[in-house]
């Protein structure tokens, strides 16, 4: 049984930055995720990390701003979200996938099979 707990969440003001957590227990995945879901609008998918070789997507709105990364030794990875917005304010859920996702997918929701129960980010400006 797969399983992902999230955390890391909180409050902070615009410019700051937070790092969300994610402890993947059960299973190694192709592919990690970080998505977001803000009040009234769908979930997206912000950053994905291909295990197999390190290949890494992120949506434009983070690109340069966010990083994912993953620690083999601890079965967690993270998203280190710098210079951060109020525009990022959203509920967060790290997944992962069974099987190897094209890179042309690889922020898109249908492709994760596994999903944490979310963390909360809110950005004040």
């Known amino acids: 049984q797969v399983r992902l707990v999230d955390s890391g969440g909180g409050s902070v003001q615009a410019g700051g930055s937070l790092r969300l957590s994610c402890a993947a227990y059960?299973?190694?995945?192709?592919?990690l995720a970080w998505f977001r879901q803000a009040p009234g609008k769908e979930r997206e998918g912000v950053a994905n990390?291909?295990?197999?070789?390190?290949?890494?997507h992120y949506s434009d709105s983070v690109k340069g701003r966010f990083t994912i990364s993953q620690d083999n030794a601890k079965n967690t990875f993270y998203l280190q979200m710098n210079s951060l917005k109020p525009d990022d304010t959203a509920t967060y859920y790290c997944?992962?996938?069974?099987?190897?996702?094209?890179?042309?997918?690889?922020?898109?929701?249908?492709?994760?099979?596994?999903w944490g129960q979310g963390t909360q980010v809110t950005v004040s400006s």
């Open positions: 990390f291909y295990t197999g070789g390190g290949s890494t």
């Open positions: 059960g299973y190694r995945s192709f592919c």
């Open positions: 997944a992962a996938s069974r099987f190897p996702i094209a890179a042309s997918q690889a922020l898109r929701i249908y492709e994760y099979d596994y």
